[in-house]
């Protein structure tokens, strides 16, 4: 028995993992950044360098998936908060502040659950269905602009592209569908196909007009073009393709009134009756990653896209004042900096805490300070989001864009909670005989306009 | 191990290979056995392009455990064939070995969402095999809480229909406005959905204070509230259009197929028990009986609005009731031990669903020799053969929900 | 009471009758023979003076010694309910024709009847069970059916098995499952 | 529905967002609890009295009253015996077991059921109406039944209930305060092996307690 081996045995679990952890830390780690660095740092970057846009899509990749299950978990959590207030009731309220990781406790529980392929079914069509779906609807986060400037993909033929991606979700419904061995989930695919080929129609049709006037199929134009006051945003050119790609859009992401697919008083489930595991976490997903596609992207064609609906500049410049711009260098402070940082807090908290203790002399000194050391972090962090909302304009984008999409989604949310859902031939019939004439006239009073107005 | 191996152990059931075809047709709805009648011969033989889709027993919008075969051809539902007896629990058979105040009990769940008419025709029926006169304050009192409860039950089948229709919101307004008629029942009968307040001679419970002040807290606005909640569907052009022309029912077919209860008075024919055949004290009350669709047929669309009208009718009469409520005993009086001398007696009454009878017979034992329920559901789920062949899958939710079944007692 | 349905029922049906016309409360009763049935039914909902247009009900009522069928209908010319009791059928094989003719709603009435009792209405195209599974052989509503906890009422020794050996002829129809191939 | 297309729709939309800020109707079970009518009589519970002991007498009247027959009553009569005298003997998976036996379609024999085994009651029908089926000649009734049988079967207990009136606890009350009534056939009861055990018990009591109030030896009866 050495020394090694008895210290080795003295150890506790605990040490057990963190002394081999440390190892490799101060001995293995220093070795592997050297060689790194030295050795194949300057290869990658030369690899990256040399094909930066293959680079640039698969961080856009990475990004849009890793994006794309925080925006469904939102989405989730909007959909049953906000309809359970408008049914009077409270909705999910046990797992976090107001049951705000319901939605994330859900997707843990529907990973962990039996993933159960039922007899008769086509197994590797089932299994490979819902990625299909679930691919497509993260695709087309592929070529949407966030803001300025924070785009995957600036495609020139982005519209397009929009299109042609989500219109392959319905082959992956379809084989899910098919594929279950169930004629609930048969009915419900044939359903899908039907309906989504039929509304994808009036859905292009009706962005024409758009197209037309933007004389550009790139999202990132498109939502440029927008810039300034809310007048200019497409929908007050465009009122009739706004509304009918809205309602396109409604029927093609199977979102009430056009949930024919999956109505569950009629054929249970559509498609996904069968599914369980993370095979239905995907469809259902998906469903709600569509559910933000179509609220960005009526957001971005008709909207405004990340255009802040007041041009501030202009206001300003209407009172004869000059355009803010902030070019805040902290380093030019110098020495003024460490100073501001540890006596701006302490003399603001104290000026905030002394209104609290002069008005009521029974407020104890230190509920005083609490409150004015609370009310001052409201402020700082209000301060510093200014200034970074001026500063940085993609962060305005982004900001104007999620509260614009979120709008859009709530209304989503809203009309699933108030309306029933319609008869499935009703639907077909309301597709083209009315969508479908109103999107070519659209289509013929935006052309007809545009050459009256250039000749 | 060679393929040809002899093995000895039973195949486990992950194994692929243990499907056979002839397996893999058990899950059709097809019965595995011979057709027993000519019908079941006829609806179980496909032509070409049809199947047969299972609704039920397990399904979201059969309001319990009906099972429905659907043979359809694409989404068109060539034929059906309801399937019963899930729910069976053989109440008849339990009433006849039960005494007569036991009736009172098992007859409760039948009809659980309006529980206290399930009571009132076997008590009736009872009342008469005994000669026993109930008391005017007691029959004040059963009029007053059965009409309360057919709004309950009108305003929660307005909430299936738009359930089963898709809407998500409207069941949860009528579950608050039944919650707050069920809590006020509570207060005089202490429960919220099997009451058990009927007895033979009268009622269990006299009027109290916090009924009266609850009833009165909801009167006060009832009206307003249910039309505030209906208003969510009767202006709205989807739910109109799914619903207008969809199972049309003429008055003379309502009749020949046995239909009664607002079926039928929605095809137009004003067959209500509580005027046909007046009981209890309704001949001395006001109302209306509400009609709709006469001449050109009823469709699922009239059934529904048919219901709103008798909703504002049961609270001109709850209205009156509390006027016209006279004092006295609540009970007549009788043995604790009923035993009716030999007799036969029929006792129907207007459940929110059609004419609910009670048929008696006694042999001057504790116990009726024989009982026979008579359940509007159960007359009324026969129209589903009727009303759906020829529409859509999506139309036999809108048909069947406006036939408003509970399978509680159907199935009996 | 309604006296002048009695008169009239007495002088349209007094030939079909087969026991006096009773009435108590709000009910007038008549018997008649199972064969007179649907011809009795019918005469009662054509006849411009009767009109009985609404079958409330139809049951099925085992006395212990033979089988009946029982009517309730309604009629707008008359406050009373009235009752056709079709009487005298032999428990071992009661048959009754079907009403199905004149009333298509009767239809799961009688099937349910048949279910419970046993009895067989000739011309119901759907007579199958309808409650009980189509395997099940016995009748539950008739008398010698017994019940576990019958033990006191039952003339015979101890607990019967709930199937009871009487089935009458041709009441069922064989069930065959189908065998699943080995 | 008006004449503008959509306006049905627009208005149900208002109505969900009215709703939306209103007051919420759920109740958070359990951190609060709704309210119970005072008359609610859903809860079922063996009271206990101030002792601990509980305050069931044993009356049979709820084993009577219970229309599914759930309630069985067991217990010890005056003479010491274990009786279940409403209701066989059983558990319920008892119960389920032998009624899946029974409708399997084979007779069954059951030794629970070995007491309630039925009698001819002709014999009983003729007492009560030479007594006019009055409740009030009790206890003559169950003599010349006793005499008739020899003991008292249950199924005649039974049946005298249902034909009198009289409610089975005061008729089994009335029976087991008389000595001279008995349950089981006079050659059972004398053979009884598992009565012995009870009655050493109560006799070993009955000791302790002369010895504790000064009795020289046994009890005065």
Known sequence: MTTPNRAWGNLTLTGKVIIPLLFLLFVVGPILTYLLVTVVGPWLMDLFNSNLAIVRFVVAIGGVLLFSIPAAFIIIYMELKVIAFMNLRIGPDRVGPKGALHSLVAGLKVLTKEDFTPTGADSIVFTWAPVLVFLTAVMTFLVIPFGPGLVGQDLNIGLLYMFAVGGMSVVGLLLA???????????????????????????????????????????NSIADAQAGWFTDWYVFRQPLGALIFFIAATAEANRTPFDMSEADSEIVAGFATEYSGMRFGFLFFAEYVNVFIISALLTTFFFGAWNAPIDINAVLAAFGLAPIAVALDPGSLGIGLPILIGVVPVVLTLVFAAPFFLARSSTPAWQALLLGFMLFNLVAIGALFLLAYIGWPWLAGLVWFFLKSFAFVFVFVWMRGTFPRVRVDQLMGFAWKWLLPASLLNLFVTAAAIIIVKS | MTPNAQTHQHPSLDDPRIMLDDQIGQFEAVPPYPPRTEREAEFYSLRDGEMFVNMGPQHPSTHGVLRVVLKINGEQVVDLDPVLGYLHRGVEKLCENSDYHHIISQVDPLEYVSSLFMEWAPVMAFEKLLDVEVPRRAEYIRVLTGELLRVSSHVLFQGFMALDLGGLTPILYSFIERDEIVETLAAITGQRMLFNYFRVGGVNGDLNHEFMSRLGDWMSRATKQVEANVGLLNENEIFVRRMRGVGVLDGDTA???????????????????????????????????????????????????????????????????????????????????????????????????????????????????????????????QLVGLLMKNNLIADTMAVMSSLDPIMGGIDK | MDRSLRTRLEARFADRLTGP????????????????????????????????????????????????????????????W??????????????????????????????ETYDMFGIIFEGNRDLRRIYMPPDYTSFPLRKDFYLADDAARSPGGGVRHMEQTHVPAQATPRVVRRTVKA | MSFIPGIGLVRGMGLTLRRFFQPKATIRWPEEKADVAPKFRGRLQLLYDEYGTLKCETCFQCAQACPIECIDMGGMDTKGRFHVHWGPPETYGERREESALRRSGRPVADPA??????????????????HDYDPRDLLAILEETQAA?????????????????????????????????????????????????????????RSALDAALGYASGHPN
């Not at chain 2, 009469?317 to 007696?345: E, S």
């Not at chain 3, 009752?83 to 428990?91: N, S």
């Not at chain 4, 008729?171 to 009565?195: D, K, N």
């Open chain 1, 177 to 219: 569908g098919w594929s279950s061995y169930n004629k609930y989930s048969l009915l419900g695919g044939l359903r899908a196909a039907a309906q989504v080929v039929s509304y994808e129609i009036p859905l292009t049709l009706s962005v024409v007009g758009l197209i037309l006037l933007a004389g550009t199929m790139s999202l």
């Open chain 2, 255 to 381: 009749l020949r197929m046995g239909a009664s209860g607002p079926n039928l008075r929605a095809s137009g024919v004003p067959f209500d028990v509580r005027r046909a055949h007046p009981y209890s004290v309704y001949p001395e009350l006001e109302f209306d009986i509400p009609t709709r669709g006469a001449g050109r047929g009823g469709d699922s669309l009239d059934r529904y609005l048919l219901r709103q009208d008798e909703v504002r009718e049961s609270l001109r009469i709850i209205d009156q009731c509390l006027h016209n409520m006279p004092d006295g005993p609540i009970t007549a009086r009788l043995p604790r031990l009923l035993r009716p001398r030999p007799g036969r007696a029929w006792a129907a009454v207007e459940a929110p669903r059609g004419l609910y009878g009670i048929y008696a017979i006694s042999d001057g034992t504790d116990q009726p020799f024989r009982m026979k329920i008579h359940d509007p559901s159960f007359v009324n789920l």
């Open chain 3, 21 to 80: 016309v009773r009435q108590r409360h709000d009910a007038t009763e008549i018997r008649v023979r199972p064969a007179d049935v649907v011809e009795v039914l019918r005469a009662l909902h054509d006849d411009a003076e009767l009109e009985f247009v609404v079958l409330a009900d139809l049951c099925g009522v085992d006395t212990g010694t033979h089988m009946q069928v029982v009517y309730h209908l309604w009629s707008a010319k008359t406050p009373d």
């Open chain 3, 82 to 111: 009235l009752r056709i009791i079709a009487d005298g059928m032999p428990r071992e094989d009661p048959r009754c024709p079907s009403l199905t003719g004149l009333w298509p709603g009767a239809e799961w009435m009688e099937r």
């Open chain 4, 113 to 130: 059921y070995a007491r309630f085994e039925t009698v001819d009651l002709a014999a009983v029908d003729e007492i009560l109406e030479a």
């Open chain 4, 149 to 205: 049988y020899g003991y008292l079967p249950v199924a005649a207990l039974k049946h005298i209930s249902r034909i009198t009136g009289a409610w089975y606890a005061t008729i089994y009350g009335a029976a087991t305060s008389y000595r001279h009534l008995r349950f089981e056939p006079p050659e059972v009861e004398a053979a009884a092996p598992a009565g012995e055990g009870q009655r050493s018990v109560e006799a070993g009591y």
